[in-house]
């Protein structure tokens, strides 16, 4: 199949950015999304042109490396990430539009490249249980009951792309935050710093260009782990909870 | 015959640092053995950590929790993407919570004969010492382990095992306890004592006065190429299988760290070592650019199975029972569909060679999950690997809980490695080697589920001591930044890259990389011989040549230039990969992963020769494209006597 894409090129922060129109033949459905870029890019590189920059590692899912904003959408038209996404899903002839993710916190660093070291900031403000190597008690000592177990891992699945912040109107992060403290603090072993951590999490979330929540909903549908949009008002019980005490 | 073939034969390795003693008390011993360093004085010692794998991650948050100045680095945007992260099924460890036989000596036991005899005694009792703590400490994190009813954690099988030791969470196991790693670290950086730079590679290793006194780096943002100085180097920078282009590495997972610490002096161990996982999704094409593993966890309740006739090209559905093969229940009764990784993937490559693959080009094996779903029940099934069912449709658009998967073997991953002793270090002094970047634990084959294990083991529990040892006993003088020798990597490491941008000439570096694959996967791949690998390493030195004249990299130095990484990494590719053949071919006998076709046995099983090859070989750099000279490290079998593998 063959495309025309309208790719973002944006050489640096300072530099205002375009869009570039772009045709791409010899789509096969089974490529990635990532891999029909492959092809565009070594197309480029053979004219002496710059390649396309984007960020991907892992190419299964997991890393949470790519991302881009595919025809308005977050990572594309399917619940996954950009490399996950096939071109059986695109139709011959099509016009795409691809960007990067679009939110004041992650600023371009290239073409559909941003910025997100706010999130691992987030993180480093109270995203852990502080438990030094070599202090930790038996695993068995205590127990986890299923339920909990599992609900704090469907919340650990967060893969940290961005997606959430991209979709949300705001550009809020409460998603990725909400994941984090609800993982955590559903656990025994998050207990102890169960009020600090969310006071700190959402501190810097806060001190980062997101914006704020307004319950739109985009973040959890544009969430290629599923976390759901329950952890939003999970996270506002935290907080509550852990200011009020 | 080209030079590089004649190789010279060194000094064999002299002493592994190991300590004496029964195989019990020698990691007690090490450690009390082991100098310390005062707590008040640990911060003024900095140590370099590249890479923020399970192995990089957990020992960038240990030392810094010990005290140390800790500067550590990523080429990703964020420490969390590491590809440790990637890792699906699980972690080993010898809790013996089933109470179904399971101890520690066990566990060294299973993991010395799965990797076929050729890893070093003391350093896997240690491994399987440390793992029990390893889960503790990953329970104490929050990592969110698979439970059962009661609230305990859940174990399954793995390959090679008959016991079940592998603790997991879901199919994201890697996941979770990378995320539990980085959070350590996160805290750690938060609070200043980690110096973290992302996006940041290491491109060379300053060795000063004989010792690893720190990296040249380059910005991958900025392109500003930058010299960090310390009292020790860690590379935790994960192993070499995308020398092949196509495995189950992340895009960017590279060899460029170890490579040009080899090329400073720090030997490389079994470089042919390299492991063919049998569950991966079959390539669909040309412009495949990855490939993905189905976790090994599937064999657990999965069947494998061809069509009994060659070139059957039925639907799987419209075979029947009676016509289909399910070799490896036939060939290996008592282990089944749960054989080692390096039999599994050697058996599939048979059945496939023998033209009954399946799928297109014949090039796949059938992974059956319909008599586990009608014994268990799809929501059974979908709780252990739903995910994984996921991620197969969403690649292929087939239904694996109506359709059998199709799966074939991938390079997944490397045993060898920068050739380190007991105490992780390597032959520079103050250059540790971490994780998958060593060749230590493992020998010829890995087990499932035990890179994670080593990955955490090496960072949270082996490397702190050994490095407290190692800078008790220095005198830490700071190095002057503006020293010649440290300058004059860091010139080299720019000439390089400037040569890199102006050669402009017609080819991608993607072009050469994926030649090059496509040698190693023929010649170097999960079945060699001699006459394959002397093409091979003939034609890899011509492809170097060519590289270097035709290479070509749009844009500048100045800015973030992927292609500029893409050719660096592959320019080192094309230097390792010469070593990998030459390993190969100097080991004539078959093991674990590496199979030589010259060395079987009667029923076409690896046949070792331990009269003449049990040693690791450590090879030692003399030049690009010059003949190495091989160290042999004589492996003593005290415990686990040698014996022919037999899983059947």
Redesign the interface.
């Known amino acids: 199949m063959n495309l025309t894409l309208r790719i973002w090129r944006q050489a640096g922060p300072d530099d205002p950015g375009g869009f570039s129109t772009y045709r791409v033949g010899d789509i096969s459905p089974d490529m990635s999304f990532l891999e029909m870029l492959d092809t565009l890019n070594e197309t480029l590189a053979l004219r002496g042109e710059e390649p396309v920059a984007f960020d991907h590692d892992c190419r299964e899912g997991i890393c949470g490396a790519c991302g881009m904003v595919i025809d308005g959408q977050a990572h594309g038209p399917q619940p996954t990430t950009t490399c996950q996404l096939h071109m059986r899903h695109f139709e011959d002839g099509a016009t795409v539009d691809v960007e990067p993710w679009r939110a004041a916190a992650f600023p371009v660093v290239k073409d559909l490249v941003v910025d997100r070291s706010a999130l691992d900031r987030v993180i480093g403000a109270g995203g852990y249980i502080t438990a030094p190597t070599g202090s930790a008690p038996e695993a068995h000592a205590t127990p986890v009951p299923k339920e909990a177990a599992d609900a704090a891992f469907e919340h650990a699945a967060c893969i940290g792309c961005g997606a959430c912040v991209a979709a949300c109107p705001n550009g809020s992060a409460m998603l990725f935050t909400a994941a984090k403290v609800v993982h955590l603090n559903l656990l025994p072993q998050g207990a102890p710093e169960r009020s600090s951590r969310v006071r700190g999490m959402v501190g810097a979330m806060d001190a980062e260009d997101f914006g704020g929540c307004t319950n739109t909903g985009e973040c959890a549908t544009a969430c290629p782990k599923g976390i759901p949009l329950s952890a939003i008002s999970a996270l506002n019980r935290e907080f509550l909870r852990g200011t009020l005490r | 015959m080209t030079p590089y073939l004649d190789y010279t034969v060194g000094a064999p390795v002299a002493d592994t640092r190991a300590p004496a003693g029964p195989i019990e008390q020698r990691w007690d011993r090490r450690r009390f053995e082991a100098k310390l360093v005062n707590p008040a004085n640990r911060r003024r010692h900095t140590v370099i950590v590249v890479g923020t794998g399970l192995a990089g991650a957990?020992a960038g948050?240990?030392l810094a929790?010990q005290g140390y100045r800790v500067v550590q680095f990523c080429f990703?945007?964020?420490?969390?993407?590491?590809?440790s992260?990637?890792a699906q099924g699980g972690i080993n460890a010898a809790?013996n919570?089933r109470n179904d036989g399971d101890s520690v000596r066990r566990l060294f036991y299973d993991t010395v004969k799965g990797g076929d005899f050729r890893a070093r005694e003391s350093n896997v009792h240690r491994l399987a010492q440390i793992s029990v703590?390893i889960?503790?400490?990953?329970?104490?994190?929050?990592v969110?382990?698979?439970?059962?009813?009661?609230?305990?954690?859940d174990t399954r099988s793995f390959g090679g095992v008959q016991v079940q030791r592998t603790f997991y969470?879901?199919g994201?196991t890697g996941?979770?306890l990378l995320?539990g790693a980085?959070?350590?670290l996160?805290?750690q950086?938060?609070g200043g004592g980690v110096e973290m730079h992302?996006r940041t590679e290491m491109l060379d290793l300053v060795v000063v006065d004989g010792r690893a006194r720190g990296i040249v780096a380059r910005d991958l943002?900025t392109g500003e190429v930058s010299t960090h100085l310390a009292d020790a180097v860690v590379l935790a920078t994960g192993g070499y299988g995308n020398v092949f282009h196509l495995s189950t590495n992340?895009?960017?997972?590279n060899a460029t760290a170890v490579w040009r610490a080899h090329r400073r002096g720090a030997w490389f161990g079994n470089p042919c070592f390299t492991q063919i996982h049998p569950t991966c999704i079959p390539r669909?094409?040309d412009?495949?650019?990855?490939l993905?593993?189905m976790s090994e966890s599937l064999r657990n309740d999965g069947r494998i199975w061809v069509p009994k006739a060659a070139g059957d090209t039925r639907p799987p559905g419209e075979i029947p029972e009676a016509e289909r093969d399910y070799y490896l229940e036939r060939m290996y009764p008592s282990f089944g569909n749960l054989v080692p990784r390096d039999i599994a993937s050697r058996a599939a490559k048979a059945v496939c060679d023998e033209g009954r693959g399946v799928g297109p080009g014949g090039q796949g094996v059938y992974l059956d999950f319909a008599d586990a779903i009608a014994r268990l029940g799809r929501d059974t099934v979908s709780a252990r690997y739903g995910n994984l069912f996921e991620?197969y449709e969403?690649?292929t658009?087939e239904d694996p809980y109506r359709v059998p998967m199709r799966i074939y073997p991938a390079v997944h991953y490397t045993m060898g490695g920068l050739w380190v002793d007991y105490d992780l270090q390597t032959t520079v002094p103050g250059l540790f080697a971490i994780g998958e970047a060593n060749f230590s634990d493992h020998g010829a084959n890995r087990l499932g589920a035990s890179a994670l294990m080593q990955g955490l083991a090496d960072g949270?529990?082996v490397l702190?001591p050994a490095l407290n040892d190692y800078l008790a006993r220095q005198e830490s003088e700071p190095l002057d930044p503006g020293h010649p020798q440290v300058e004059a990597v860091r010139q080299e490491v720019v000439e390089r890259l400037d040569r890199l941008l102006s050669v402009?000439g017609?080819r991608?570096p993607?072009?050469f990389h994926r030649e090059l694959g496509r040698i190693m996967w023929d010649e170097c791949g999960m079945a060699r011989n001699d006459a394959g690998l002397r093409r091979a390493l003939a034609r890899i030195p011509e492809l170097r040549q060519e590289f270097w004249r035709r290479v070509?990299?749009?844009?500048t130095g100045e800015?973030?230039?992927?292609?500029l990484e893409k050719a660096n990494r592959v320019a080192d590719h094309l230097e390792l990969a010469e070593l990998m053949c030459l390993d190969a071919l100097h080991r004539t006998e078959s093991c674990g992963g590496h199979f030589r076709e010259e060395s079987r046995t009667e029923q076409g099983e690896a046949l070792r020769d331990d009269e003449a090859f049990s040693y690791a070989a450590a090879w030692e750099f003399t030049g690009t494209g010059r003949a190495p000279v091989l160290h042999r490290e004589q492996l003593d079998f005290e415990y686990v006597h040698p014996t022919q593998r037999s899983y059947a």
């Open positions: 957990s948050a240990t929790e990703q945007d964020s420490p969390r993407r590491a590809h992260i990637a809790k919570y703590e889960i503790d400490q990953c329970v104490a994190q929050g969110p382990f698979a439970r059962e009813y009661g609230g305990l954690l969470a879901r994201q996941q979770q995320l980085y959070q350590a996160s805290r950086i938060a992302p943002v992340a895009k960017n997972s669909s094409g412009h495949q650019s990855k993905t593993l991620m969403r690649i658009a949270y529990f702190p402009r017609d991608t993607e072009s070509t990299v749009p844009g800015s973030l230039n992927q292609q």
